[in-house]
């Protein structure tokens, strides 16, 4: 048991020196809502035992497919770090899960998982003692089967065919998950599946209630899973890349011209662009093509702007992905490689963007000036701010021959990149705001959309190539060392009390909840005739109340922004700081 005390030990002391400034931040954030999703289920423990199971069998989907969609999960302690100890597989196993238990994210799903503890004493004495070993077996077989699932992924990405199918994959399950009502309402399920109650996430509950063979095979599930996991450390070790083929030489007669064939080539080759590329494509077509199961094809003509969002968030941060490679532009005074990253991204993505824009809209007969207009307006903006957003907010990387058992795990800062996506996100689906001109003059709106495409394109590039010829040295030691240096110039949030920069924070990241999904997202909704949908809260409201709530939540968003920006107003109209 020495090994696997020290190697939580390890674990904690890594965590106690890694949480600090912006990951401090995204931790906290992340354990708010966390604690908030563990007290819904504590609630669904006093009131339905059904929603109950449902409510873990969501939580095993997180363990499982979130890890995996970050790109590897947590990898505090590798398996490589200690190859030369020579430990046999299970008790190296062994000691990972031990350390795999020492996390806020295992604290917070324990917190979840005492609602069997409440559902046991409802249920008696015996019940809430079972409910306590249950308990413990239940989290155990979570973060295993998180485990078993990661090195599952981290051996199938090794090659090409694995990265692509791994991306088809993810963008089918998280697109299906997303539209998990059109598959509900087909099926005509109006309650709680039955399938739910046997899944390995409700055997806890079911010990609870009294079948007691649930607890007995949590048990041999936990083992089965140990013996598997030690059986793929063991081919995560000594699992090798091969690649033979020749390749075609790169021609260019221009600096651009070089970096667009480097690029491209780059797309064809790197397991995690070629990840992301899929990625993207399944997301946009499950995602639009699950209504049909209702007999509607509706969103169909969006399929094309949702593939360009969904990889702009992917590749938002295209400089932390490559590594340290950037000094090799910056060996050459005054060089650039924005444009050429750019018109790459473009030649990627604008043929794939285009052609299912167009077979999504011939289907359903237009609407063509808007989504024309969208699909122009999308592509400028999204090749504009990829590098832009990279290079101000870059997340320091892993170079890419460095990367551990899972080629597409390319930073140790999963937070960092998780919020660069979801920026991502919001900020591209702006830039096509001025599409929406589509609306009211038709196929004149579609030069509106083209021209403030093109606009971002150029303004974006712009101001990507002045930050990366000002600051390109001290991008490059961020990417080197994974620090970021201390300013020279205070910032605005300088001198602020630790109480007015958690404040700031939470304002900051919580206030896009209220103004995106439950108000724009809820009103297009009420629009489209979309009521009882999901959490969203303003179509569920009566009709003559639906657009009020709406603009209600957007209000509160906006409100919440405005707080925080209150909140780090420059010091000359700040008062002084209170407290610490």
């Known amino acids: 048991m020495a090994v696997e005390l020290t190697m939580a030990r390890m674990k904690l002391a890594l965590l106690r020196h890694a949480l600090h400034g912006r990951r401090a931040q995204t931790a906290g954030t992340g354990v708010t809502l966390g604690l908030l999703c563990a007290a819904g289920t504590l609630y669904l423990a006093v009131t339905d035992l059904d929603l109950l199971a449902a409510a873990y069998a969501v939580w095993l989907l997180g363990w499982v497919l979130g890890p995996i969609f970050m790109g590897g999960g947590d990898e505090t302690l590798r398996p490589e770090y200690f190859a030369l100890l020579g430990l046999p597989p299970r008790r190296l196993a062994g000691g990972l899960l031990v350390a795999a238990f020492v996390g806020l994210a295992p604290l ?161 080759r790197d397991l995690v662009r070629n990840h992301q590329l899929t990625f993207a494509l399944a997301y946009a077509v499950c995602f639009t093509a699950s209504p049909l199961l209702l007999g509607w094809n509706g969103m169909l003509p969006y399929t094309g702007p949702i593939f360009i969002v969904m990889a702009a968030a992917m590749t938002a941060n295209v400089y932390g992905v490559d590594g340290t490679a950037l000094w090799l532009t910056l060996m050459m005074p005054g060089a650039s490689d924005v444009r050429g990253r750019q018109l790459a991204w473009l030649a990627a993505h604008a043929p794939v963007a285009l052609a299912l824009a167009g077979a999504g809209t011939a289907v359903t007969g237009g609407p063509w000036p808007l989504v024309l207009a969208l699909t122009a307006a999308l592509l400028g903006g999204a090749a504009g701010l990829v590098p832009l957003v990279s290079v101000y907010l870059l997340v320091p990387g892993t170079d890419p021959h460095r990367r551990a058992g899972n080629p597409l795990r390319t930073s140790e800062d999963d937070g960092g990149l998780t919020g660069l996506a979801y920026l991502m996100l919001v900020l591209v689906v702006v830039t096509g705001a001025p599409a929406a001109a589509a609306l009211w003059w038709g196929w004149a709106g579609v030069a509106a959309g083209v021209v403030s495409g093109a606009a971002c394109w150029w303004g974006f590039g712009l101001l990507a190539e002045r930050r990366l010829r000002s600051h390109g040295p001290e991008l490059l030691d961020v990417m080197r060392t994974g620090r970021r240096p201390e300013p020279a110039v205070s910032s605005r949030v300088d001198g602020l009390s630790r109480r007015r920069k958690t404040l700031a924070w939470y304002c900051f990241g919580f206030g896009a909840i209220p103004l995106v999904p439950q108000g724009i997202v809820a009103a297009v909704f009420v629009a489209n005739g979309m009521l009882r949908h999901t959490w969203f809260v303003a179509t569920y409201m009566p009709q003559q109340l639906r657009y009020p709530v709406a603009f209600g939540f957007v209000l509160l968003g906006l409100a919440i922004y405005g707080a925080g920006l209150w909140i780090v107003r420059p010091a000359a109209r700040r008062d002084a700081p209170d407290g610490s």
């Open 108 to 268: 917070v799903t324990l917190v979840a998982l005492g609602g069997l503890v409440v559902a046991g004493t409802r249920l008696g004495a015996v019940a809430a003692l079972v409910a306590l070993p249950a308990m413990v077996l239940q989290l155990a077989v979570f973060v295993l089967l998180s485990k078993v699932a990661v090195a599952l992924v981290g051996l199938a990405v090794r090659t090409r065919p694995g990265a692509v199918a791994s991306g088809l994959l993810n963008g089918v399950l998280l697109a299906g998950l997303a539209q998990i009502w059109v598959f509900l309402v087909a099926l005509g399920q109006t309650g709680v599946p039955a399938v739910v109650h046997y899944l390995p996430s409700a055997w806890g509950l079911l010990a609870v209630q009294g079948r007691w063979w649930a607890l007995a095979a949590l048990a041999a599930l936990l083992v089965l899973l140990l013996a598997v996991w030690a059986a793929l450390l063991g081919e995560r070790s000594g699992a090798t890349r091969r690649s033979g083929r020749a390749r075609r030489p790169m021609t260019a007669a221009t600096a651009d011209g070089a970096v667009v064939a480097k690029e491209l080539r780059t797309w064809s």
